[in-house]
């Protein structure tokens, strides 16, 4: 029986390499054995697709190629500068950007060419054009200090980690809390939601030079037209990261006032998380920007991965197809009826549901922390990751919730039914796990775990993952 294409590519890529390491090869085979198995809720985590994922593995992987298309550093990247105005050609249509800056690695990466892009741009300030100093590359050490002092320490006001921000907007042991003076806005205490009228008391009084706005767990949508209006109204850039929900704006389930790009003066993303496209990330921009942005390498990064940068090309061409809309609608649906389901059961969930791909849970309504709640999960077969809730009573690594999210799910096929039967198996573990004599230890039943673990796979059975790959 003749194979299929992707798996005749799969099986002998490891071929090849168990002929060299094969302890790398097993690993990767359990790999994918590992996640066919597991109930993946993980909201930053997806699929990506046998062509985003092959596109990696190839000759570009050997080529450096600082710079940017048609100015590079190196010669012989003609086939680069391909791939690299592919990806960027697909990401400017996608999402309706001026400009696409395809390089960065990774989130932080792309967060950090946005703030470099920021600073640069600002400094043909007065006190700097008196050392006629244009080039952020060409700054002193005494550039650096007035530059600072003109623009107000370098301000950042950003929402805070619990109640639902990024720790690269400015969380303190992170770079970005280190290169600006940062102060966090939060959530209403009684709703959990944005309250704009605060964060625009907090910009008049801190009067930021960059206000960023995006999430890594709030539950619902952001409306950054209103953002943009309290960033022009103290003179701040208004710079969002849409990382976690890039693809619920790719798939046009995020317009308008929910769609960054046509309100913020930057925007960065991952490729991967809703997006399902490889680990790596972007940044768009207008034209005003554009140029400080392409001076992402080397101004942050290393030499860009153009291996990668094919596979961001593969995996936005892949998003630009109609199904991918209808896959952003299920995934916001299918995240919507697992909040549904665990609120009919009686959890707790932060703002008491979810607009977009992830759902929330206050675990302290179980008597557990985040940590143990995690792990109890983790036994059963069910992959999440504890989070901190706003006002968070256990801090930052035992936190008092747990994030889920649908992207992954949908991609396998997953929906709105077997999201209640999921809402199901969580609820069973945690309203059976107790607390331990520590804010880490706690008591399940083993045999109630194997249960729900074979109830999970049972799930998962109608819904294979990587149908097409056969690995033997």
């Known amino acids: 029986m003749s194979l299929n294409a992707e798996s005749t590519a799969f099986r002998s890529a490891l071929e090849v390499i168990r002929a060299v390491e094969p302890r790398v090869a097993d690993a990767i085979g359990a790999e994918l054995a590992d996640q066919r198995e597991s109930l993946k809720l993980i909201a930053s985590e997806n699929y990506a697709s046998p062509a985003t994922l092959l596109a990696m593995g190839n000759w570009f992987s050997d080529k450096y190629a600082e710079?940017?298309?048609?100015?590079?550093?190196?010669a012989g990247c003609q086939n680069v500068d391909t791939v690299e105005a592919l990806a960027a050609e697909h990401a400017r249509e996608l999402f309706g950007a001026s400009h696409a800056?395809?390089?960065?690695?990774?989130?932080?990466?792309?967060?950090?060419?946005?703030?470099?892009?920021?600073?640069?741009?600002?400094?043909?300030?007065?006190?700097?054009?008196?050392?006629?100093?244009?080039?952020?590359?060409?700054?002193?050490?005494?550039d650096w200090f007035a530059l600072r002092r003109e623009l107000g320490n370098q301000r950042m006001l950003g929402m805070s980690l619990d109640a639902g921000g990024h720790l690269t907007h400015g969380f303190r042991p992170n770079i970005s809390g280190k290169m600006f003076d940062q102060r966090s806005y939060g959530t209403d205490p009684a709703t959990g939601l944005v309250d704009y009228d605060k964060v625009a008391e907090a910009a008049r009084e801190f009067k930021p030079l960059i206000l960023v706005a995006g999430y890594s767990a709030y539950p619902r949508k952001v409306n950054f037209r209103i953002l943009r209006e309290i960033a022009d109204s103290v003179g701040a850039t208004f710079m969002v990261d849409m990382a976690h929900f890039a693809g619920l704006v790719a798939g046009k389930v995020f317009t308008g006032d929910f769609d960054p790009v046509p309100h913020a003066h930057i925007v960065t993303t991952t490729t991967h998380k809703s997006l399902r496209g490889p680990r790596g990330g972007m940044v768009l921009c207008g034209p005003e920007l554009a140029d400080q942005v392409d001076r992402g390498c080397p101004m942050v990064l290393g030499g860009p991965l153009p291996h990668v940068m094919a596979a961001k090309a593969v995996a936005l061409a892949e998003a630009r197809r109609p199904d991918f809309a209808d896959y952003a609608q299920r995934i916001v649906d299918n995240a919507q009826a697992l909040a549904e389901g665990l609120t009919r059961r009686g959890a707790k969930l932060v703002t008491g549901g979810t607009d977009n791909h992830l759902v929330l849970i206050d675990v302290t309504g179980y008597g557990l922390t985040g940590r143990q709640a995690e792990q109890a999960l983790l036994d059963s077969g069910i992959v999440t990751n504890r989070n901190s809730v706003p006002q968070d009573p256990n801090g930052a690594w035992y936190t008092s919730g747990i994030r889920i999210g649908t992207p992954a799910l949908t991609s396998r096929g997953l929906g709105v039914a077997e999201m209640d039967q999921t809402a199901e198996l969580i609820h069973t573990v945690l309203s059976q796990t107790t607390s331990g004599e520590s804010k880490a230890k706690y008591v399940l039943d083993p045999a109630l775990a194997d249960k729900v673990s074979k109830q999970a796979n049972e799930l998962l059975a109608g819904f294979p993952l990587y149908p097409a790959v056969d690995l033997g």
């Open 101 to 142: 800056y395809v390089q960065p690695h990774s989130g932080i990466d792309a967060n950090l060419v946005a703030f470099w892009a920021i600073l640069a741009d600002r400094v043909e300030s007065p006190a700097l054009k008196k050392a006629q100093v244009r080039q952020v590359n060409d700054l002193t050490e005494a």
């Open 67 to 74: 710079g940017t298309v048609g100015r590079r550093f190196y």
